[in-house]
């Protein structure tokens, strides 16, 4: 019989203190990937036990010298590309390419981190008093607890972890339960290229377990990508603990607009390419389509008949852009809200959701599986469908009439912030999106996927309260100080103020 696979923490695979297992499927045929052991708040008080522990001597190594191990999980990534790519296609679902490029991913982002650590840091500010010098220091917070989607089961891993690490901060994390096999691989990584005991821990489990980790006082900073309901409650917890900070990157009802302007071509393969990959299973994947009407129907008949078309299947198979849904709840939601949508009155133009039996390859009937759903609706209608996020691949088409300014009006008509495209030919247009359009991520004349990670990640509005990757995840795991130093044997002040002192015998 195979072995219940193990939490990984202070240096040691261990099976932690509770007796609860869980195990990963394969969304495409059903099949058990693996058994993993369930953490308990007593595994994550062990971890961040030995992350507090391991903290004092893991700051006091330079930066290039924590990049060293960083540098190693690169070369390790590299190595293993194409065997955790299908670890990951076969554990979440998403079509090979896309599991190839979340190694992809992971290894860019601590390729950028690590080479980021000979970067200069910190400013030197200039002083009113010539004899001062005065500049910005940079200084790791201490733990960073992580927790990450099962969607990105690899790349989004980095993300958080490669600059926290970088940084001298040590980590508690805590995969996604639907992908805990790629958190158990990434585990292996660090533990074969001796990360210091305690500097890197993982826990497997469930919300507890991240909850765990959330309300622990030990935690300086929680760096969080998932939805934008655990993602508050995240932020709501953490907001209440004085002194902890918390970067949320959480989801999206993203839209793409389509102008008068806009290269069809373009628009077209942006639009499916932003709908369906991953099987809409994005934080940044649109689900709204907002099209003017001089193009709306030349638009929406080249549209449609992709959807009809869009090749659904095993995601090993190369010709396949479509996977499973990752988990039969999942299936569950994606169909009510396409049940949803023909409740509120839409005109429904494509209905996939029940795939015909004869696209099922063969050995994968008991696959999560449902297509494209797309419909045509009224922009101004308060429809739950336009403007709650679904994340699958179900699609509104609003046509809208007029200027740019209304276009992005219905474009911003949603409480989600995240990511968006416009198409269009005339850079006007395209600049009264970018000035205009409530999101933190922005395209043109692209899909609204496949930001490089260089860049920073994350929302606006109900989309998130930080940027949990790249540069930005910087400011929410190092503490900064203003440092000023005295070259002179006088005491002089800013602002004028005197720094003479005055006693009473001062008459």
Not at 221 to 242: D, H, I, K, N
Request: proline content about 5%.
């Amino acid at each position: 019989m195979e072995a219940t696979h193990d939490h990984y923490i202070d240096g040691e695979w261990t099976d932690g203190t509770g007796r609860e297992t869980f195990e990963s499927t394969n969304p495409a045929t059903g099949d058990t990937l693996g058994t993993f052991r369930r953490g308990t708040e007593s595994d994550v008080d062990q971890a961040l036990t030995a992350a507090e522990a391991a903290e004092s001597e893991w700051r006091a190594l330079s930066r290039i010298d924590r990049a060293e191990y960083l540098w190693d999980i690169y070369h390790e990534l590299r190595d293993r590309h194409e065997e955790l790519g299908t670890i990951v296609t076969r554990e979440c679902g998403k079509e090979i390419s896309e599991g190839k490029a979340d190694v992809t991913e992971a290894w860019h982002m601590v390729e950028w981190a690590a080479g980021d650590a000979r970067h200069p840091k910190g400013d030197v500010v200039p002083s009113e008093i010539p004899e001062k010098d005065a500049y910005m220091r940079r200084k790791p917070r201490g733990v960073v607890g992580c927790i990450t989607p099962w969607n990105f089961p690899v790349a989004i891993p980095f993300w958080h972890m490669a600059v926290a690490l970088i940084e001298g901060n040590t980590v508690v994390w805590k995969p996604a339960e639907q992908t805990p096999l790629c958190g158990h691989v990434i585990a292996e990584m660090f533990d074969d290229i001796g990360i210091p005991d305690g500097v890197f821990n993982m826990v497997q489990g469930f919300g507890d377990a991240g909850a765990a980790i959330v309300e622990d006082q030990r935690v300086d900073t929680v760096l969080f990508t998932g939805s934008a309901e655990v993602g508050q409650q995240v932020a709501q917890t953490v907001a209440e603990q004085p002194g902890k900070l918390a970067a949320c990157e959480m989801g999206g009802k993203n839209g793409i607009v389509i102008t008068d302007e806009a290269d069809l071509d373009i628009a077209v393969h942006s639009a499916v390419m932003s709908s369906f990959k991953t099987t809409g299973q994005r934080c940044v994947s649109s689900e709204r389509l907002i099209v003017h009407e001089a193009i709306y129907d030349e638009f929406k008949d080249r549209f449609v008949e992709v959807a009809e078309s869009v090749a659904v299947g095993d995601p090993l198979e190369e010709d396949t852009f479509m996977g499973p849904l990752i988990e039969p709840e999942h299936v569950e939601k994606v169909t009510r809200y396409n049940e949803l949508a023909r409740e509120e009155g839409v005109d429904v133009l494509v209905d996939r959701t029940e795939l015909d039996p004869a696209e099922i390859p063969d050995g994968h009937e008991d696959g999560n599986w449902v297509g494209p759903f797309v419909y045509e609706a009224d922009p101004d209608a308060p429809l739950r469908c336009t403007h709650e996020e679904v994340f699958g691949p179900h699609v509104a088409l609003l046509e809208y009439s007029g200027d740019i300014e209304r276009a992005v009006e219905i474009h911003n008509d949603t409480d989600y912030g995240l990511a968006g495209a416009v198409i269009s030919e005339d850079y006007r247009q395209i600049n009264y999106y970018r000035d205009h359009a409530e999101v933190g991520l922005s395209y043109g004349n692209l899909p609204c996927i496949g930001a490089e990670v260089q860049l920073p990640f994350g929302g606006v509005k109900k989309s998130g309260n930080g940027y949990p990757s790249a540069r930005e995840v910087i400011e929410a795991v190092t503490e900064r100080t203003a440092w000023t130093l005295n070259n002179s044997t006088d005491i002089e002040m800013a602002q004028g103020l005197s720094a003479d002192i005055k006693t009473a015998d001062d008459d």
